[in-house]
């Protein structure tokens, strides 16, 4: 006899399903999916009833980091066939733009959530091995002892019916009941800014489908091409900026946008559909594992939305995960052990990024470090080459910034010695704090 968070009850052996995976996104699917071809008998279940439902408060720009995982899935063809964009990336910083010679630039991935989500999850349903099961929510863990056994779902009606599982997965966002239920540890990092976004149908942005953000120190903003001709237009001012966005969101985030340097086509653009906003949006780093449970996607890690990473990381943790855990789910090892090897794979791939991610999300002005490498990738295209692969997450931030910084500040030590000889004159000590250059 096992005890469930919701009362007594009996655990069988065998169980029921190899996995039972909470939430059924992109990271819920991606996981079903892949573990589905693995030969695994999984239950996707997700507490929305309606199998066309998205995430409406998401921009999607989908690093070039996730594309190999979007191409295992077999996804990125139906995406592009569905009008998804490959769009590479330029930044706008007070020292210039920061743009990668197209050919050795990130090429994301850009399609609306409300074709993505769909498209994934009758992907997941009609992988053999993969039963979805629609609105029903996590409810309740079925343990014994210290381990989890399955998962209590419960229906809009409130049926309860208790799922064993060898594993159970919580896909279930950023503010996971799964992560509650088990009592993972968290920790979770103040937030500085707020986001605003919409779609408007209009002239493009910038030249080849090219994505834009612009580093206004503190304040942020983008344009994302997506498909059918749309851009997500996209603020993310710090919250002092707050009162403003809402009184009239959808003139605030025009005006806001409008008023960027080389500023983009928004008010020759019309509004389609509504504003979306998020005011609260706290880092959250969980503990990805427990025993017998592993959470994925925003679940195990919640980062700012800013530089838009967490579809990419939720579609790539998927991926850790079931490459990680499918030997033990066949028999071949204690699942503590391919659980173990998720943890470290999680962390060693997304530790760096995090503590860089969460540490200007606090909606601090920019550091010393980065006007040095912001200015010098302005500068030079090699240094632009880097700040892409990191920002494109192909690279890892101790790589980028043992190759790169020597470079950066090389460039900027020329440029300054460039620009006194042109001006024939000295700048104070002051002025050169002031300026990286
Ligand atoms: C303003 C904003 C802009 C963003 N822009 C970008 C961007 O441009 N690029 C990018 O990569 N990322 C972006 N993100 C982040 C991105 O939206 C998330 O990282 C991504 O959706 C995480 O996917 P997920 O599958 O882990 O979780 P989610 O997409 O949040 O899915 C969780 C799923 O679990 C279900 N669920 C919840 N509770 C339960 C339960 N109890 N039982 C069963 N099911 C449950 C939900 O209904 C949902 O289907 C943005 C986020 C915000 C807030």
């Not at 030969?39 to 996707?44: H, M």
């Not at 279940?45 to 309606?50: F, G, L």
């Not at 992988?127 to 979805?132: A, K, N, Q």
């Not at 993310?236 to 340097?261: C, H, I, N, Q, Y």
């Amino acid at each position: 006899m096992a005890e469930s968070a919701a009362g007594k009850s009996s655990i069988t052996n065998p169980p029921d399903y190899d996995v039972v995976i909470a939430g059924a996104s992109l990271a819920g699917c991606a996981s079903a999916i892949l573990l589905g071809r693995a030969g695994l008998s999984v239950a996707l279940v997700e507490k929305r009833p309606d199998p066309q439902a998205f995430k409406r408060t998401c921009s999607h720009f989908i690093q070039a980091s996730a594309v190999p995982a979007l191409e295992r899935l077999g996804l990125l063809e139906p995406i592009i066939e569905a009008g998804g964009l490959r769009s590479r990336m330029r930044a706008w910083t007070p020292w210039g733009w920061i743009e990668a010679p197209p050919e050795r630039a990130g090429q994301a991935v850009n399609l609306r959530r409300e074709l993505l989500d769909p498209m994934l999850r009758e992907t997941a349903a009609a992988t053999p091995g993969v039963e979805l099961m629609l609105g029903q929510g996590a409810q309740s863990l079925l343990r014994s002892g210290t381990r989890v056994r399955g998962l209590v779902v419960r229906d809009r009606e409130g049926k309860e019916t208790e799922l064993q599982a060898s594993l159970v997965v919580g896909a279930d966002g950023r503010d996971s009941h799964v992560a509650e239920l088990a009592g993972v540890a968290e920790k979770v990092l103040p937030h500085g800014r707020f986001a605003y976004g919409a779609y408007f149908d209009g002239p493009p942005p910038a030249p080849d489908q090219t994505s834009t953000i612009w580093m206004l120190d503190p304040n942020w903003a983008a344009a994302f091409p997506t498909d059918s001709g749309l851009t997500f237009y996209a603020a993310m001012p710090t919250k002092d900026r707050l009162p403003e966005f809402r009184r009239d969101p959808g003139a605030a985030l025009k005006s806001f946008v409008a008023a960027v340097p080389e500023a983009p086509p928004i008010g020759v653009s019309r509004l389609v559909g509504d504003v979306m906003g998020k005011i609260e949006m706290p880092n959250r780093v969980r503990v990805p594992i427990a025993p017998g449970l592993a959470l994925t996607g925003d679940a195990a890690l919640a980062v700012d939305p800013l530089f838009g990473i967490g579809c990419g990381w939720a579609l790539q943790s998927a991926e850790w995960l079931a490459d990680s855990v499918t030997p033990a789910l066949r028999g071949t090892e204690p699942l503590q052990g391919g659980l173990d090897r998720y943890r470290r794979r999680h962390r060693k791939e997304l530790r760096g990024h995090a503590f860089i991610v969460n540490d200007y999300a606090t909606g601090r002005p920019i550091s010393w470090s980065e006007r040095v490498l912001f200015s010098a990738a302005a500068r030079d295209p090699k240094v632009a080459v880097a700040f892409d692969e990191l920002g494109t997450r192909r690279i890892k931030p101790g790589r980028m910034m043992a190759r790169t910084m020597p470079r950066a500040i090389a460039v900027n030590a020329r440029h300054a010695l460039r620009s006194r000889a042109g001006a024939g004159q000295q700048t104070s000590p002051a002025q050169r704090l002031r300026s990286p250059s």
